[in-house]
């Protein structure tokens, strides 16, 4: 009976890590891009919306997914390595990343379960979470490169016109290291930050803008494009959108 390798099983996991998390990346830039554009040319806001939704799912899915093989494709490279894994500083250096990686993901895929749709609701929160998920991503091509150093002896990060340092030391430097703790760390106390965050700016918004956003039950004076509109305060220019019939709450234009 044919068995497979665990040289080749842990290509097929990396590969699968790589892809998925790519993907889990362009759609988070893109759907950062578009949740603190107000307009974007060229697509009406019932697209963008649709827009929205389909990126959010796809780094949501593509993350959460990620994260389930990339201990596998740690465990098939350990396996694979035939021992080196403890004394090769380029396989060191790959176990630690990835480790780093491991949590820098779960940071990123537990801050979006656990506050949902608030992260996105101010400029700040949304930046901070897209950071969050691209230096997540950041790891995870590290761990990519040093693969590639250690099969084939060059990376894509050879182009840099320096050094990242990190395929000579046993451990990475200590630059790095303080570097990814520190950013580690910032990771997980936003995970308990952000409810705080999302309250304080709740308790503005309700205590300075009562009267600003036109209430549920309010009555659409205008249908278009698959929404319904309002002027809110009655006789500005203000205008407020919902989709038609939702009876959600109404979002400036």
């Given at each position: 009976?044919?068995?497979?390798?665990?040289?080749?099983?842990?290509?097929?996991?990396?590969?699968?890590?790589?892809?998925?998390?790519?993907?889990?990346?362009?759609?988070l830039?893109?759907?950062?891009?578009?949740?603190?554009?107000?307009?974007?040319?060229?697509?009406?806001?019932?697209?963008?919306?649709?827009?929205?939704?389909?990126?959010?799912?796809?780094?949501m899915?593509?993350?959460?997914?990620?994260?389930?093989?990339?201990?596998?494709?740690?465990?098939?490279?350990?396996?694979?390595s035939?021992?080196?894994?403890?004394?090769n500083?380029?396989?060191?250096?790959?176990?630690?990343l990835?480790?780093?990686?491991?949590?820098?993901?779960?940071?990123?895929?537990?801050?979006?379960?656990?506050?949902?749709?608030?992260?996105?609701?101010?400029?700040?929160?949304?930046?901070?979470?897209?950071?969050?998920?691209?230096?997540?991503?950041?790891?995870?091509?590290?761990?990519?490169?040093?693969?590639?150093?250690?099969?084939?002896?060059?990376?894509?990060?050879?182009?840099?016109?320096?050094?990242?340092?990190?395929?000579?030391?046993?451990?990475?430097?200590?630059?790095?290291?303080?570097?990814?703790?520190?950013?580690?760390?910032?990771?997980?106390?936003?995970l308990?930050?952000?409810?705080?965050?999302?309250?304080?700016?709740?308790?503005?918004?309700?205590?300075?803008?009562?009267?600003?956003?036109?209430?549920?039950?309010?009555?659409?004076?205008?249908?278009?494009?698959?929404?319904?509109?309002?002027?809110?305060?009655?006789?500005?220019?203000?205008?407020?959108?919902?989709?038609?019939?939702?009876?959600?709450?109404?979002?400036?234009?």
């Amino acid at each position: 009976m044919a068995t497979i390798s665990a040289g080749t099983f842990h290509v097929i996991h990396t590969e699968l890590v790589v892809g998925i998390l790519s993907l889990a990346a362009i759609s988070l830039v893109l759907l950062c891009v578009l949740r603190l554009s107000p307009k974007v040319p060229f697509i009406t806001l019932e697209q963008k919306e649709r827009l929205v939704k389909a990126f959010d799912n796809t780094q949501m899915v593509s993350s959460s997914f990620g994260l389930i093989f990339i201990p596998i494709a740690m465990v098939s490279g350990i396996i694979a390595s035939e021992g080196e894994a403890t004394t090769n500083p380029i396989l060191l250096n790959k176990i630690i990343l990835s480790s780093i990686s491991i949590g820098a993901w779960l940071a990123f895929v537990v801050a979006r379960f656990r506050h949902g749709d608030s992260v996105w609701e101010t400029k700040g929160m949304a930046i901070v979470h897209t950071i969050n998920g691209l230096f997540a991503y950041f790891i995870t091509t590290l761990v990519a490169t040093l693969g590639g150093k250690y099969t084939r002896n060059e990376s894509l990060y050879d182009l840099l016109p320096f050094s990242l340092g990190i395929y000579e030391a046993i451990i990475a430097p200590s630059w790095l290291n303080i570097l990814l703790i520190f950013i580690g760390v910032i990771s997980i106390i936003m995970l308990f930050l952000l409810p705080k965050l999302v309250e304080v700016d709740n308790t503005l918004e309700s205590v300075e803008h009562i009267d600003s956003i036109p209430p549920i039950s309010l009555s659409a004076s205008k249908f278009s494009d698959g929404f319904e509109w309002v002027t809110w305060p009655e006789g500005s220019s203000e205008f407020y959108y919902r989709l038609e019939g939702s009876n959600d709450h109404w979002k400036k234009h």
